[in-house]
């Protein structure tokens, strides 16, 4: 069924506003994605406040100047969060391997490619980051106190 051209004026104002207030932006390819996963995919998104929109390529290229040629069907990820979209969509496509794709996105306010869109969604949660720096200092600290105390023993 074709759109009327106020719905498309409807559709490409959505998208531009979309862009205007999201962190980031994440492109993907759901070719072959069943419709429970979608919904299930859609609500998992909905929980860390990550929206999706599945547009047509050419209402897309209408909204975003420079976007390259994608292959396929083509929905968007956004957040207000700078990596909790990438980070859920990530999760996703280990998820679903060949029917979820990563096509790409934008990233303050700067279109990247498939590659640094993975890297970016590979980055841990901040409280996990904040863990790893804890080990990182209390490392050097408890290889002192086990050595202390080895010397301890050996003294003994």
Do not use: C, W
């Not at 050097?140 to 010397?151: D, F, N, S």
């Amino acid at each position: 069924m074709a759109l009327t051209r106020t719905k498309k004026t409807e559709i490409i104002e959505k998208l531009m506003k979309i862009l205007a207030t999201a962190q980031s932006v994440v492109f993907v390819n759901f070719h072959g994605l069943k419709v429970s996963d979608t919904a299930r995919l859609r609500r998992e998104l909905r929980k860390e406040n990550v929206g999706y929109t599945v547009a047509k390529k050419t209402l897309l290229r209408r909204a975003i100047n420079d976007l390259p040629e994608f292959e396929g069907e083509v929905a968007i990820a956004y957040s207000a969060d700078q990596l909790a979209g990438p980070r859920k969509m990530s999760e996703f496509v280990k998820e679903f391997k060949d029917r979820l794709k990563i096509l790409g996105g934008i990233f303050q306010g700067k279109l990247i490619d498939a590659v640094a869109m993975r890297e970016i969604g590979s980055i841990p949660e901040i409280k996990t980051l904040r863990g790893m720096l804890v080990n990182i200092i209390n490392s050097p600290i408890q290889g002192l106190v086990i050595a202390l105390k080895e010397y301890g023993r050996a003294k003994s």
